[in-house]
């Protein structure tokens, strides 16, 4: 228990008209002054009395009806994290941010309350705060990954949430140190997105096969080929408007969730991406097929913007058409964001300025933009016969096959 010096004393008369000491502390729980009679008349037996009182802090505390914060339950201390309007630490997120720049987006949120309720709850909820040791985090995560499979990454995520709460409770003086600071994250084994081949692109984005592969979808089509020649993110196409089209380039200032709506780019920061004559006509041609009243591109008649997996679902079936079963599909990780990949690895390909492609993706960090960058095996074989040019390779007396 921690009470604030110094403690304050007052007067109060009594019954029998002597004036009786009282003595006041703050509670850090509940954040109220507590207070209570010393039974003394002078202020030198008072404070004699009250300091004999705060030696035993423990019993101070039953007397005072003041609760330990570090003995209060995981389960009680987590009740209003991660909701929007009641958690202090997302109110001063949010707080500190701005329409344009939001300290703390509401996406985030519902992840991280979606973590405590249904795993850190569960497994912590009835241990108190001061009893969570970095052993009983690691037999946790253990948990998650034996018996709810869980992925390391995801493992990570989680431990990211609880990391968050409990530097809160230090910060707060609830807890001495953060257990979680002494546990080591989950080694990653980071995936490389896939993507189509430029031949397999050419292919299924050709115009006159859109009834082949497309079954006639254009709004399908469309979304694949915008990806494929802006590295928009999907998010970002769905919550285009056809305000945002220039003559010459697409102002990309929002991003569409389903569960949340329009919200800011995945960085904040609007971008221009450039776009040819074709691109601009195609777009235009989806709004005026959707009917949309909203000015939304890739929306349904009643100008709501289209599910994810309405631009999804025909850019997977076009690849099964193509003889790219959903098993290879897989095995070479291609999902919509590969036009992304496809994109940025084209722009490299073609020695465009790598401060110039950061811009147009919407990237701050040249390692982002590496990550995207996927070349195939073909691509880079004409490097051997670069290297075959400067130096020659020994003849082999052996033949094989």
Known sequence: MRFRFPYTFFKRKAKNGKNIYYFRVWDDTRHIRVSKSTGCTSLERARMYVENFLADPEKAAEILNIKNPKSQTFKKYAESWWLWDKCPYVLARRNRGTEKHPGIKKSYVATCRMWTESRLIPFFGNYKLDEITPFLIEEFFGILKNRYHLSQKTINNVRSVLMIMLKEAVNN???DSNPVEKTLQRTVDKKKNGRLTEEEASEILDIS???YYWKGDLLGYAASYLAAHSGMRLGEIIALKIENIHENYIYVCSTYNQKFGIGTTKNSEDKIVPITQNTRNLLFEVYEK??????????YSDGVPVAEGRIRDPFYRAMRILGISEKDRKERNIQFKSWR????TVCQKMNINPAMIRAVVGHLTVSMTDHYTSFLPDELSFIAEKESLLLSAPESKNKWP
């Open 173 to 175: 003086k609830i807890l």
């Open 209 to 211: 096969k859109l009834d």
């Open 290 to 299: 959707s009917g949309s009243c909203s000015g939304y591109i890739f929306s």
């Open 341 to 344: 990949n496809f994109f940025i």
